[in-house]
């Protein structure tokens, strides 16, 4: 080994749930107490013996250096939900309420064994190579090469790796396959490093990719990250998943999620997250648009009655733009608004129809009658009771009087609180 040169090894090992196998570590492991965190940068100074169980090492390999990395073994997300130590937040998407995602159904996830071998060379030249032994065969001949950078201009540098790991499912008694997605930093500790001693490696819970994508919808995804979690006990490349994508509007959107399967509301669709399999992700969008309270999104359908015509089916298709005003008896300032109303609705008639959601309590009913005739609103008021099912519930409708503008394709296109500002809406508009 003496003639060998410039080189180091480290040895990432997932914490084994086989007392065997991690006993055979500890003839040339660092001593590392049981389930330690990753740590976020690498000491280096041990020197690595039995260097012999690996095969096919290149022989400009020397003086080989050692860290031993331990994970936690994995606990289901879903505890750590009930047991409120994981923020419902991570979940949220433009400003919907927060639902567990449709494949979220881990309970008892532990790691087998598995490792690492990552190696560090400088070559006779003093360029940076990094060999990853990523099926963890112990045998370098069909694994990686990374070329890095000189030395010289090695400030900082990434290499994107994907750890093979099994998983066991106790709920199941099921092992499976999964990747961790990890990302290599080789940084310097001077200015101007000039052989090992002034390399560092320092790891984080992240690898970031770039691909192009092809859809109605979405002009290209810049990149996904797969995330460890802030703790960093959740292994897996479908856990959890950050994606930034250019739309179709040039406008960035950034999300997050969590398993392959997923559903999630982008640019107004349903998107899936299809498939990962570390190198590729797949979204499938559906052509459906999503019904919702906002800019862009589809006005729901509305199921109450009218106050005058219970019988009357309720249509909100039209050729002109539709102008929902919502309103309520205990509403002081939507009833003194009403006159300007009645002006606004005789002015633009040719431009839009004009139909009101009375939110409201059942015994208002009447009374409601009685400032409708009293005030001449002569278009459909329709009754929506104040319940959780309520449509004004569902459009999260938070001040009184709220007007919603939808176009003949039923999309939500303005939404103001006062008259004037949806007079000028309307008057700009064709």
Same mark, same amino acid.
Request: glycine fraction near 2%.
């Given at each position: 080994?003496?003639?060998? #040169? ?19 570590? *500890?003839?040339?492991?660092?001593? $590392? ?36 990395? +331990? ?28 639902? &567990? ?29 990094? $060999? &990853? ?25 990434? &290499?994107?790796?994907?750890?093979? &790991? ?9 092992? #499976? ?56 006990? +959740? ?14 509007? /040039? ?36 052509? #459906?648009?999503?019904? %919702? ?24 298709? !039209? ?8 309103? %309520? ?31 409201? /309590? ?13 005030? #001449? ?12 099912? !309520? ?16 176009? *003949? ?22």
């Amino acid at each position: 080994m003496k003639s060998i #040169k410039n080189a180091l090894i480290f040895i990432i090992c997932l914490t084994a749930t086989n007392t065997t196998i991690a006993q055979s570590f *500890k003839k040339f492991a660092p001593k $590392v107490a049981e389930n330690a965190r990753i740590k976020d940068e690498l000491s280096l100074d041990d020197d690595v013996e039995n260097v012999e169980l690996y095969k096919n090492i290149p022989k400009d390999f020397v003086n080989f250096k050692s860290a031993y990395l +331990y994970i936690d073994p994995v606990q289901g997300i879903y505890e750590k939900l009930m047991m409120e130590t994981q923020q419902p937040e991570r979940w949220e998407k433009f400003n919907k309420r927060f639902s &567990v995602p449709d494949t979220l159904r881990i309970y008892d996830k532990k790691l087998l064994n598995n490792k690492l071998g990552v190696f560090y060379m400088l070559d006779k030249n003093q360029n940076a190579t990094i $060999v &990853v032994d990523k099926n963890g065969n112990m045998d370098l001949s069909d694994d990686e090469i990374f070329k890095i950078s000189t030395t010289a201009n090695l400030n900082e540098r990434k &290499v994107n790796l994907d750890l093979p &790991v099994k998983l066991y499912n106790a709920s199941t008694n099921s092992v #499976k396959d999964s990747l961790v997605a990890l990302e290599m930093i080789i940084a310097s500790k001077s200015a101007v490093p000039n052989s090992k001693e002034d390399v560092i490696i320092r790891f984080s819970n992240r690898k970031s990719l770039t691909a192009e994508i092809v859809s109605e919808n979405f002009k290209y995804i810049f990149s996904w990250v797969p995330l460890l979690s802030a703790n960093r006990k +959740y292994l897996g490349s479908d856990l959890p998943l950050r994606v930034d994508i250019m739309d179709k509007k /040039d406008s960035p959107i950034s999300f997050r999620y969590q398993n392959v399967g997923d559903t999630m509301i982008i640019d107004n669709y349903r998107t899936i997250i299809k498939q990962y399999n570390g190198d590729q992700l797949i979204l499938q969008t559906d052509k #459906k648009e999503i019904e %919702g309270y906002q800019v862009g999104q589809l006005f729901r359908p509305v199921n109450g009655i009218d106050i005058f015509n219970p019988d009357k089916k309720i249509d909100i298709s !039209s050729k002109k733009y539709l102008v929902f005003d919502f309103w %309520g008896t205990w509403c002081a300032p939507c009833i003194a608004a009403m006159p300007e109303l009645v002006a606004l609705e005789e002015k633009y008639k040719k431009k839009a129809d004009l139909i009101s959601i009375v939110s409201d /309590d059942r015994n208002n009913m009447e009374l409601a009658k009685k400032i409708i005739k009293a005030q #001449k609103l002569v278009w459909p008021q329709i009754w929506d009771e104040r319940t959780n099912s !309520s449509l004004t519930n569902a459009l999260q409708i938070q001040f009184f009087p709220t007007m919603i503008v939808i176009n *003949k394709e039923r999309e939500i296109v303005f939404i103001t609180t006062k008259i004037k500002d949806l007079q000028a809406f309307l008057e700009k508009v064709e």
